[in-house]
Every structure is written in structure tokens, then in C-alpha cells.
């Protein structure tokens, strides 16, 4: 099946990344890469890479991105949506090389992560599986909180292997964008209704989810036998709840000056 799929990627400045996921997609016809103007060394890596097409577009949010990258000239049925730190293991090559022929009523693929910290795996993660691999014309992208989901209209099954979401920015870059994130994952909550809530975002409703995420993390998902990979990464997680929380309150106090 590997012959009816275009991987996407969007990317912004994404040299320390870039080259190691392309270098995973070399089985593919064709990599669509759509760039938000890099002014760093992406695009110069992109170019060493035969099998690799890139637009560049604008950045007005993740959502018009992605829906702005199924609109393109793709020849393939089949698209394979990742982030610019998504290394393709060769095991989900080989169970992605497998599937055909696949029955109609199935419409995407849901694919799991393993989360590595400086290259290291770790043992879990709090990231969530994410719907990448998907029929590209029964598809469409809108916005959930800092990010974006794809709809789908029709079966969706998992896969057994994994994507390694691999991130190697510097930690500045990280801290940025999780005070961005913040902000963004706010206003969700704020307008969303209880019922609607997952447990996580439960938690961060009422205000205790950085004290939660510590044990979960370490404990429940295992990372106290990751090592220093493990510690820092619940460590991320506290600050991106910290984050969160403050952005809570900020809009809270916003949305009073107001009335």
C-alpha cells in the first residue's frame, strides 16, 4: 500500500528535525512538505531529498495548514499526516506496506506515539494517538484547542506500531510555544461544557491538573524508570499545566474587566 500514500508535513524552522523524518520516508513516491517560511536551514534540507515537493503558504493557524495541504495536487488516494519530529519506525513501514487491500468502509488509520526526550524512548507518554493515516477526499481538519483534529466520515481502526514523536528544538523554542498553546487551550475550556470534558481536561478545570500530572506521569505511566529523560519530560508537563492555569486566570480576569 506504501505506493498509494503521500506523507504531509508542515514546517516552520524545523532544522533540527526535518532531516531525520524525511530520511524515514524514502519509501514514498512523493513527501509534501508545506512551509511557513523558514528562514533557517529546512528548506536547504529539504532539497537533499529527491522524493520531496515543498510549498511554502502562509501561517494563519494548524488548522488552515493542514486543510490548505489536502487541497494540493496529491496522485494518491491515501495521506499520511505528521508533525515535522515524527520519525517513521521501519515496523509501521512494514505494517503500513501490509494493509492492502483495504475495505471501503475504512476510512483512516489511528496511530499511537512513543515519546523520546533528547533521543531517549520513553517508557509512556501523556500524547495521545493521533487519526494520520487517512482517505484524503473523505477528509477535513477544524480546530481543538491549540491544535488541530481530523474528521472523518467512516471507520477508523489503530495500528499495532508507533510513530516516534522525536523533538530536538532547542528549549526556548518549546517554551514558547507552550505558552501559545496555553492561551489557545484556554479559551477550550472556558466555553466548553462539563460533560463535554475529558478527564484531563477535567482536572484542568478545576485547577489541579499540575499537581495530578506528577504522579500520573511517574507512577501510573511508568517514567520513574525512564531515568533523567523521564523526569524531565514530567517536568515539561507540570509547566505546560502551570502555563495553562495561568492563561486561566488571565482570561478569567480579562473577560471581568469587560462587563
Known sequence: MLDQITPIIATYNEAPNIERVLSALSWADEVLVIDSFSDDATLELC??????????????????????????????????????????????????????????????????????????????????????????????????????????????????????????????????????????EAQKLTGARWQTLSWPDRLRYLGIAPLAVIPYTLLIKGLVFSGLAGLEYTWQRVIAEVYLQRARVKLKFKQQDTQ
Open 47 to 184: 532539497a537533499k531529498f529527491n522524493n520531496v515537493r515543498v510549498i511554502q503558504n502562509k501561517y494563519t493557524g494548524p488548522t488552515d495548514q493542514s486543510n490548505f495541504g489536502l487541497a494540493q495536487d496529491i496522485q494518491t488516494e491515501w495521506v499520511l499526516s505528521m508533525d515535522a519530529d515524527y520519525v517513521l519506525t521501519p515496523a509501521l513501514q512494514n505494517e503500513m506496506a501490509k494493509l492492502a487491500p483495504i475495505n471501503s468502509a475504512v476510512q483512516g488509520f489511528e496511530i499511537g506515539f512513543e515519546y523520546l526526550i533528547n533521543g531517549r524512548a520513553l517508557r509512556g507518554s501523556l500524547y495521545p494517538p493521533r487519526t494520520c493515516l487517512y482517505r484524503r477526499k473523505s477528509a477535513y481538519y477544524r480546530q481543538d484547542g491549540h491544535t488541530q483534529r481530523v474528521v472523518i466520515e467512516g471507520l477508523v481502526l489503530a495500528l499495532e506500531n508507533k510513530i516516534q514523536h522525536d523533538d530536538r528544538k532547542p528549549y526556548s523554542r518549546w517554551l514558547a510555544s507552550q505558552r501559545k498553546y496555553a492561551s489557545q
